[in-house]
């Protein structure tokens, strides 16, 4: 299976357990935000570039199921899928416990970006203290969820990758 056909099964399948699954189950009002956790965990495995592609189409789906304008989530998750894959590359020792810390604020973060970006363009204003409590809650809900989605993220966004190459120099 292509590449191309393992992201667009990956964001079709997160889409409709979005619209489906995840609007039924809720936390003090919130969700989890399967799509944005896609789009973070694509610029983690995907690299800058595959995870800006897949997080811009992300975006778009979420728009498209969301009370929001079209391109809204689509501004916001490439920037942050950019940012995670910078992130990633810099960490020196990468640990579960710091993966799912990185997770957590790169939720928040997108959460934050999002909630602003709908105040640019005009969205019913929020309150400082809901979006934090909000944030708070749906990025606990949502690193709780993320293991399995890592598990498929990476089968997608990887696949068809080359192998890393492994360089040996001389010795003098």
Known sequence: MSGRIRVAALLLTGLVVQATLFTEIRVQG????????MAILAGFHGGP?????????AGL???????????LHALVFPPLAVAVSSLEQRMLRSTPATD????AAATACGLTAVAM???VFGLATFDPDTVLERALVVTAITVAVAAPV??????AV???????IQLRTAES
């Open 100 to 103: 799912a810390l990185a997770l």
């Open 158 to 164: 990887t696949g068809g990758l080359p192998p890393d």
């Open 117 to 119: 970006a709908g105040q």
């Open 61 to 71: 789906l979420q728009d498209s199921i969301a009370a929001t304008p079209l391109g």
């Open 150 to 155: 890592n598990r498929a993220v990476r089968w």
């Open 49 to 57: 570039q595959r995870g800006a592609i897949v997080a811009f189409c």
């Open 30 to 37: 919130a969700s989890v935000e399967l799509m944005m956790l």
